[in-house]
């Protein structure tokens, strides 16, 4: 089964933490000397990366990737579906789209899909001391058990030990996890090594007599209790996340509302602004556009159907008054497709719908496609007027489009090929822009000087420059790690791993 130890974190539910643990138990490892590697078999989510060789992979395990010191892969997850609509999903498989299935026809095709995860484990495990799986929705899912490649059907594929984890802020942790148990089967069961606690806040000898009674009921220790962790420079995965609101500046500070499509995609393309001094709103309804300085337009998985909702709500119309009193609109992929004239598909690539209007805020006309890109980019972008800001990202699009507005950047690189293309567009004021490159925000000198322009127009002063999106982003996982290595039993969980 190749040489590395696995260790599989599992949850009683979605957004109970399984990739937020898994991502600091990764660092904890490698901070131990061992060479540490994420792996979740099949991840439903829209929020992608685009690995070196230009494969999409789940955001998450990129970002577990990058807690393990590692650079992605695709055999990090194997099997990416992306939600096309209600019963449709794109599936990916080694990084690769393969092809559109309903969820009966998914379902029938996950016999054959077992191979393409094993692949995946055995080459990864060859190279690696410990990989730690992370298991996706609940084990107890019984009407999905036959042929699971998400869960169980996982640790029993390559032996691995399991460790439930649930979350006590949602209420209910402790019938959760005993009702997960009572649904597995016995040999599954075998597999549950220990619990976690996630998200506790509150008094610890209040909780003891609810561990005693878990211990006692289920035979399996609580390997500890996390506690509730702000993590606002750490992506989130599931879109439950945009229940919140994101951070909250000072008075007088910008306001940036992002759109939440209903089929939104990379929406974590904006957690670096979170933490910017600047108050970032998703908005389901025009009038949220009310106080913002910035609308922004995010990637989504199908264009055509979340631009008819836009105009559906009337997002159109209030757009267009909200450009007439001085706002800035962004658009981000699929998002930057919908600001221009028109969107095509002749295909029938994303839905049923052929041809939609489109905003006409840019002179643009995007034009769907077969084949997707996936790309990593450098490019040189020119926003605000009068500046050009080295960038980087990635590119995830179906699509190509052509027309009269200028360019937002030039891309230098894609997949470390040298290249000259043109990306987005701009308006002749500047006020409107658009660009296929996702993490644009990643990138601090671009968003500061975003920043300082919204600021500028409201005669705001900017503030000293702030840290680093980066070096953010690795305090918090460095605080994150020491928080769970303090509240579990370490010691435990690497007996567990095979790894003490």
Same mark, same amino acid.
């Given at each position: 089964?190749? @040489?590395?130890?696995?260790?599989?974190?599992?949850?009683?539910?979605?957004?109970?933490?399984?990739?937020?643990?898994?991502?600091?138990?990764?660092?904890?490892?490698?901070?131990?000397?061992?060479?540490?590697?994420?792996?979740?078999?099949?991840?439903?989510?829209?929020?992608?990366?685009?690995?070196?060789?230009?494969?999409?992979?789940?955001?998450?395990?990129?970002?577990?990737?990058?807690?393990?010191?590692?650079?992605?892969?695709?055999?990090?997850?194997?099997?990416?579906?992306?939600?096309?609509?209600?019963?449709?999903?794109?599936?990916?498989?080694?990084?690769?789209?393969?092809?559109?299935?309903?969820?009966?026809?998914?379902?029938?095709?996950?016999?054959?899909?077992?191979?393409?995860?094993?692949?995946?484990?055995?080459?990864?495990?060859?190279?690696?001391?410990?990989?730690?799986?992370?298991?996706?929705?609940?084990?107890?899912?019984?009407?999905?058990?036959?042929?699971?490649?998400?869960?169980?059907?996982?640790?029993?594929?390559?032996?691995?030990?399991?460790?439930?984890?649930?979350?006590?802020?949602?209420?209910?942790?402790?019938?959760?996890?005993?009702?997960?148990?009572?649904?597995?089967?016995?040999?599954?069961?075998?597999?549950?090594?220990?619990?976690?606690?996630?998200?506790?806040?509150?008094?610890?000898?209040?909780?003891?007599?609810?561990?005693?009674?878990?211990?006692?009921?289920?035979?399996?220790?609580?390997?500890?209790?996390?506690?509730?962790?702000?993590?606002?420079?750490?992506?989130?995965?599931?879109?439950?996340?945009?229940?919140?609101?994101?951070?909250?500046?000072?008075?007088?500070?910008?306001?940036?509302?992002?759109?939440?499509?209903?089929?939104?995609?990379?929406?974590?393309?904006?957690?670096?602004?979170?933490?910017?001094?600047?108050?970032?709103?998703?908005?389901?309804?025009?009038?949220?556009?009310?106080?913002?300085?910035?609308?922004?337009?995010?990637?989504? @998985?199908?264009? *055509?159907?979340?631009?008819?909702? *836009?105009?559906? @709500?009337?997002?159109?119309?209030?757009?267009?008054?909200?450009?007439?009193?001085?706002?800035?609109?962004?658009?981000?992929?699929?998002?930057?497709?919908?600001?221009?004239?028109?969107?095509?598909?002749?295909?029938?690539?994303?839905?049923?719908?052929?041809?939609?209007?489109?905003?006409?805020?840019?002179?643009?006309?995007?034009?769907?496609?077969?084949?997707?890109?996936?790309?990593?980019?450098?490019?040189?972008?020119?926003?605000?007027?009068?500046?050009?800001?080295?960038?980087?990202?990635?590119?995830?699009?179906?699509?190509?489009?052509?027309?009269?507005?200028?360019?937002?950047?030039?891309?230098?690189?894609?997949?470390?090929?040298?290249?000259?293309?043109?990306?987005?567009?701009?308006?002749?004021?500047?006020?409107?822009?658009?660009?296929?490159?996702?993490?644009?925000?990643?990138?601090?000198?671009?968003?500061?000087?975003?920043?300082?322009?919204?600021?500028?127009?409201?005669?705001?002063?900017?503030?000293?420059?702030?840290?680093?999106?980066?070096?953010?982003?690795?305090?918090?996982?460095?605080?994150?790690?020491?928080?769970?290595?303090?509240?579990?039993?370490?010691?435990?969980?690497?007996?567990?791993?095979?790894?003490?």
């Amino acid at each position: 089964m190749g @040489k590395a130890r696995p260790i599989m974190i599992q949850g009683t539910g979605s957004h109970v933490g399984k990739s937020v643990l898994t991502a600091a138990l990764l660092r904890l490892f490698n901070d131990a000397g061992l060479r540490a590697a994420p792996f979740k078999a099949q991840n439903m989510a829209l929020n992608s990366h685009v690995t070196a060789d230009g494969g999409e992979i789940g955001r998450a395990q990129a970002f577990q990737a990058f807690c393990a010191r590692l650079s992605p892969t695709v055999d990090m997850n194997p099997i990416l579906l992306k939600p096309t609509g209600d019963s449709l999903s794109q599936v990916i498989i080694h990084g690769r789209v393969y092809g559109v299935m309903s969820a009966r026809e998914y379902h029938g095709f996950k016999k054959e899909v077992r191979k393409f995860v094993l692949e995946s484990y055995l080459r990864l495990a060859s190279e690696y001391d410990v990989i730690v799986i992370e298991g996706a929705g609940s084990p107890a899912e019984v009407n999905l058990r036959e042929n699971d490649i998400a869960n169980m059907g996982v640790a029993e594929l390559v032996d691995s030990p399991v460790v439930l984890v649930g979350d006590i802020d949602r209420g209910g942790v402790f019938a959760s996890i005993v009702g997960t148990m009572e649904l597995l089967t016995e040999p599954e069961r075998e597999r549950v090594r220990g619990f976690v606690i996630n998200k506790f806040r509150g008094d610890m000898a209040l909780l003891k007599p609810g561990l005693d009674f878990l211990e006692k009921r289920t035979g399996r220790p609580v390997l500890g209790v996390v506690p509730y962790m702000q993590t606002a420079d750490l992506p989130d995965e599931d879109g439950v996340a945009l229940q919140d609101t994101g951070g909250v500046g000072p008075e007088g500070a910008v306001n940036i509302a992002v759109i939440k499509l209903p089929r939104i995609s990379n929406f974590t393309d904006f957690d670096p602004l979170k933490s910017t001094g600047v108050r970032v709103t998703f908005i389901d309804d025009p009038s949220g556009l009310g106080s913002a300085d910035m609308a922004i337009i995010p990637g989504t @998985k199908n264009t *055509l159907a979340d631009l008819q909702w *836009l105009k559906d @709500k009337g997002f159109d119309r209030a757009l267009g008054l909200f450009r007439e009193r001085g706002g800035a609109i962004a658009g981000i992929c699929g998002g930057f497709q919908m600001l221009g004239t028109a969107v095509e598909d002749p295909y029938g690539v994303e839905s049923g719908l052929k041809s939609v209007e489109g905003l006409s805020l840019l002179e643009t006309k995007t034009v769907m496609t077969r084949k997707k890109d996936t790309f990593q980019v450098k490019a040189a972008a020119a926003w605000p007027a009068g500046k050009t800001c080295d960038v980087e990202g990635y590119e995830i699009h179906m699509g190509r489009t052509e027309g009269k507005a200028a360019p937002f950047a030039r891309v230098t690189m894609r997949n470390s090929a040298a290249v000259e293309i043109d990306d987005g567009g701009v308006s002749p004021d500047g006020g409107v822009w658009g660009t296929y490159i996702h993490g644009i925000f990643d990138n601090d000198a671009f968003t500061e000087s975003v920043i300082a322009e919204l600021k500028r127009k409201k005669g705001l002063v900017e503030e000293e420059r702030r840290t680093p999106f980066a070096k953010r982003r690795e305090s918090a996982i460095e605080a994150l790690a020491e928080t769970v290595g303090r509240s579990l039993r370490m010691d435990e969980i690497l007996r567990i791993a095979g790894v003490a």
